[in-house]
């Protein structure tokens, strides 16, 4: 299958500052990335949707300002934590389709996740 | 509103004997249905997945899911459990439109013993 690689696979920042993630899809063009955060032991929940070359559109919830998104090209998608605090400590994990443009019935591939340890 | 639901938080099979992780669905139209399995502290591994044709779809590692129309469920199972397919399954299910998003169950644990 496809392969999505996220980085970095584990972070730990200082409370108050800001963290990049990064998305690539290695061997195909992704026009949508999708970003999920899950918490222990709980399923995963979608935070936005990632367009390459437009805004990203965010689930009901979820702040536009402190979890930045970006979707450059079709083969990067990075989400910023910014000014972060103790409670977005997470697993942050994204997830690309392929065959966007041929097809709608592809399963999405995800990355590895990123864990996210604010102190 | 799509939804899915796993009702079952942790499955406990022994080595050997067949496993059934349940899932039902709720999608306005057709839906599309998958299954994903995930190990500590990793992203998800794609198992299967059901858009159309065969109710019963096979995939990774042996596994298959039997997609029941009347019922709205979409079963994982396998017919003899091992050891390592102990992990946290995902049932997801998306709509036909283009663009959107995979919505998730809650998980179930799977818990082989040897």
């Known amino acids: 299958g496809a392969v999505v690689s996220q980085h970095p696979s584990r972070v730990i920042c200082k409370s108050g500052t800001s963290v990049k993630i990064e998305c690539r899809s290695l061997?195909?063009?992704?026009?949508?990335m999708f970003w999920y955060r899950q918490f222990p032991k709980q399923s995963l929940m979608l935070m936005a949707t990632?367009?390459?070359?437009?805004?990203?559109?965010?689930e009901q919830g979820v702040e536009k300002d402190k979890f930045l998104i970006n979707h450059a090209s079709l083969t990067l998608s990075t989400l910023t934590v910014t000014s972060a605090h103790p409670e977005d400590s997470s697993f942050y994990i994204c997830?690309?389709?392929?065959?966007?443009?041929?097809?709608?019935?592809?399963?999405?591939?995800f990355g590895q996740g990123t864990r996210l340890t604010v102190v | 509103a799509q939804s899915v639901a796993q009702p079952e938080d942790q499955v406990n099979v022994a080595e050997g004997n067949p496993l059934t992780v349940k899932c039902t669905y709720s999608?306005?139209?057709?839906?599309?249905l998958f299954w994903y399995v995930q190990y500590p502290n990793r992203g998800l591994q794609f198992l299967l997945k059901y858009i159309t044709g065969d109710n019963l779809v096979k995939g990774s590692y042996g596994f298959e899911a039997e997609f029941n129309k009347s019922q709205t469920s979409f079963h994982l199972k396998k017919p003899s459990a091992l050891v390592s397919d102990s992990a946290l399954y995902f049932c997801a299910v998306r709509d036909s439109k283009a663009g959107t998003a995979l919505i998730f169950g809650k998980g179930t644990t799977l818990s082989v013993s040897s």
């Open positions: 997830s690309a389709r392929e065959g966007y443009r041929q097809g709608l019935n592809t399963e999405a591939f």
């Open positions: 061997d195909f063009q992704a026009t949508t």
């Open positions: 990632s367009n390459e070359g437009s805004k990203a559109t965010y």
């Open positions: 999608v306005s139209g057709n839906p599309y």
